[in-house]
């Protein structure tokens, strides 16, 4: 996206109740390129209230890029498109969609019901699960009571009630793939991040596997803890778990003690207070006291790489002690 100015007003059909949007005080927000926003609370909606977004964007040229939405329709009616400035001024009756298109919209998406800081409802956690296939639940079975898998199960708090999670693992995932040139999976993931308090990343495994150095993921790192950060999110890192290359079979050469293995969860422990606030720890529950970087169980393993119910159950003791001690209040 690049650098916009807008304005913007939610109206009850030319009521009293229309209001402008502030940002800070100000009518105009002027949003650099790839920046996001949040307005200053505007007012609370009653059940089954309907209201218009109207807004005004400048933008350079007409070659710019700006947000392309379509939002819920409760009457029927759509985005009214339209270059035609002056008859679209806050007020001023139904809109023309003059020089533009009915049915799209340029949308910096006005209500999405985040609570305010001042609102009781804001002590409520919520955990975003972003990572690989671990975190995916690969090899776990999913609870019959509550869907949970993986390491979502470990989320729970004192009173043994359960923490909202959104899980957005992805199988073969790695920290690398969060840094290239293709913003849309990025984009898509963080949609949710507004809605959360803190991040929880397994990212590791895959990168090590597959050849990154330990400076390359240092940096990749420190790109998705951020990202994480911009959004208010407290980051919680995992640490890489045993990997095998069967069940019972030899240890991966990079987890060899003094291996990029270890160098990795060395250097993610030296974050804590940095660009992270806190480290998750599975491997005392789950890797081998006498073969290092093997499981301590076959039973925890399906393939040597991936955990079977039994390797979560073990690894969730680090996951809950987090939960409990950092997430829940």
């Not at 947000?67 to 498109?81: C, D, I, M, N, Y």
């Not at 990029?260 to 529950?285: E, K």
């Amino acid at each position: 996206m690049d650098a916009i100015a807008l304005q913007m007003a939610i109206e009850f059909n030319n009521s009293p109740r229309n209001r402008n949007m502030l940002w800070g005080g100000q009518r105009i927000l002027n949003l650099a390129a790839g920046d996001t926003a949040f307005s200053d609370p505007a007012f609370e909606f009653a059940g089954g209230d309907t209201a218009w977004l109207r807004w005004y964007l400048n933008v350079a040229s007409l070659t710019s890029g700006w947000p392309v939405w379509r939002t819920p329709r409760a009457t029927g009616e759509g985005f009214t498109q339209s270059v035609g400035g002056a008859n679209q001024a806050y007020g001023l009756g139904t809109l023309s969609a003059a020089g533009g298109s009915n049915g799209a919209g340029w949308a910096p998406q006005g209500v999405i019901g985040i609570p305010h800081a001042d609102s009781p409802e804001w002590t409520r956690r919520a955990v975003i699960c972003d990572g690989d296939s671990i975190i995916a639940g690969t090899g776990d079975t999913a609870d019959t009571a509550t869907g949970n898998i993986a390491y979502s199960k470990g989320l729970v708090d004192r009173d043994g009630y359960l923490i909202p999670y959104v899980n957005q693992g992805r199988a073969q995932d790695q920290l690398s793939f969060q840094v290239d040139a293709n913003l849309t999976p990025r984009w898509r993931k963080q949609l949710m991040w507004a809605y959360a308090t803190h991040y929880l990343c397994n990212f590791g495994t895959n990168d090590i596997a597959n050849g990154r150095t330990l400076s390359q993921m240092q940096a990749d790192a420190a790109y998705v803890w951020g990202r994480a950060r911009k959004y208010g999110l407290k980051v919680a890192q995992i640490l890489v778990t045993p990997r095998q290359l069967s069940v019972g079979g030899a240890v991966h050469s990079d987890w060899a003690p003094g291996g990029l293995r270890d160098q990795w969860n060395a250097w993610v422990r030296t974050q804590v207070g940095v660009l992270i606030d806190d480290v998750i720890d599975p491997n005392p529950y789950v890797e081998s006291a006498t073969t290092h970087g093997a499981w301590a169980s076959d039973t925890y393993t399906p393939d040597g790489l991936h955990m079977l119910p039994a390797g979560y159950a073990a690894a969730n003791q680090a996951v809950t002690a987090w939960a409990q001690t950092r997430v829940a209040v």
